[in-house]
């Protein structure tokens, strides 16, 4: 299961997102930032590509 959810914050807006692996965690966070820029969900067609990413975390990955 994945999801997402905004929430008001003081400093700016918060988002609480739930994913049973860490693949969907990022999975959900891009959707997540995808709809807060758009205003929209994804639906439909997908466009898929490969992303490689570094870091001494998973963590630092996150930020």
């Known amino acids: 299961?994945?999801?997402?959810?905004f929430y008001d914050h003081d400093s700016d807006i918060g988002v609480s997102i739930?994913?049973?692996?860490?693949e969907e965690l990022f999975v959900s966070s891009a959707e997540a930032?995808?709809?807060l820029i758009t205003g929209?969900?994804?639906?439909?067609?997908s466009i898929s590509f490969k992303i490689n990413l570094?870091?001494?975390?998973?963590e630092e990955l996150l930020k």
């Open 1 to 5: 299961m994945k999801s997402f959810n």
């Open 18 to 22: 739930e994913a049973d692996t860490i």
């Open 33 to 35: 930032l995808f709809s």
């Open 40 to 45: 929209k969900n994804i639906t439909g067609k």
């Open 54 to 58: 570094t870091g001494d975390s998973v």
